[in-house]
């Protein structure tokens, strides 16, 4: 089946500032229609490590579920085929920013754990958000792990809804650039504001990699916007998004869209790593007033 979220007709608004798309407003309706069953690739995942923090093999779109835990607080990353553990994550507590810890193990979720594969970190106001690996922050001292400096892998940039507008967030999700022989641009800036999100509102675009969310397309019978999910997405949710590059609008490189109360759908292809979209996707879980 393929599935299409759309809503009533709304006017469409421009967005000033910071490299947003203009946004149109929409609602969620989901609906169906009869299409051919998506193929499914088989992946080697033996190497959890390797296969998450790089791009992965240009084999299509890669798909995968997170199971949000009922205590709203753990999520759980699976291959579908097979359904494959891959991460798993905590919001944790006690922090002035909403932090997650990632880990590639569901029970052994500590800082100190030869699990600790990576974090997300907001901002006070939760419209920015930035990925990182399991490295130490540049101006830490050691603390006996022997952690590298930690790299930046990517970040998330949500427009503030001033106006209170209903419809999906807008966002601009930014990630290091991949050459054309999969190897990614090393992002470790020893001060913030040459960070991903730094450069990017300086202008400083070059060696990342800048998603859009896919503008919703009209449809004219249903008289709403809509996007196509693919049968992916089954539930109406202003966390529903589809990421594509800017430029090359056409291709989805990234979907994230609920599926039940506490299943929601990730896919993702080259150049986008399991880590980057796991990361992006939790950004979409935290609560965000400015932007709704």
Do not use: H
Not at 160 to 179: E, H, Q, S
Not at 223 to 238: E, I, P
């Amino acid at each position: 089946q393929e599935e299409e979220t759309g809503g009533k007709e709304r006017p469409g608004r421009q967005v000033g500032g910071g490299g947003f798309p203009p946004a149109v407003d929409t609602g969620f309706e989901p609906i169906r229609r009869a299409e051919p069953k998506q193929e499914v690739t088989k992946l080697d995942v033996s190497d959890t490590r390797s296969f998450l923090g790089q791009p992965p093999p240009k084999v299509g779109m890669i798909q995968c579920y997170i199971i949000r835990e009922k205590s709203g607080n753990k999520y759980n990353l699976y291959l579908e085929d097979m359904d494959i553990f891959l991460l798993s994550s905590v919001k944790r507590k006690n922090n002035k920013t909403s932090n997650y810890l990632i880990s590639l193990d569901k029970e052994d979720l500590s800082r100190d754990s030869g699990y600790f594969y990576g974090k997300l970190r907001a901002n006070f106001v939760g419209t920015e958000f930035t990925v990182f690996d399991k490295g130490e922050k540049a101006t830490k001292e050691g603390d006996g792990q022997g952690l590298a400096p930690r790299q930046e892998v990517a970040a998330v940039v949500y427009e503030r809804n001033i106006l209170g507008t209903k419809g999906p967030r807008k966002m601009a999700v930014l990630v290091p650039f991949v050459d054309e022989n999969g190897k990614r641009t090393i992002w470790k800036p020893e001060k913030e504001e040459d960070g991903l999100i730094g450069r990017f509102r300086k202008g400083q675009i070059q060696d990342m990699i800048i998603l859009k969310n896919k503008e919703p397309s009209w449809n004219e019978q249903l008289r709403a916007y809509v996007l196509n999910f693919n049968g992916r997405v089954t539930m109406a949710s202003v966390k529903n998004f589809q990421l594509v590059d800017q430029l090359n609008p056409s291709k989805v490189l990234m979907q994230f869209g609920k599926v039940d109360a506490e299943k929601f759908t990730l896919d993702f292809q080259y150049p986008i790593s399991g880590l980057q979209a796991f990361g992006i996707a939790l950004s979409a879980f935290d609560g965000k007033l400015a932007c709704e």
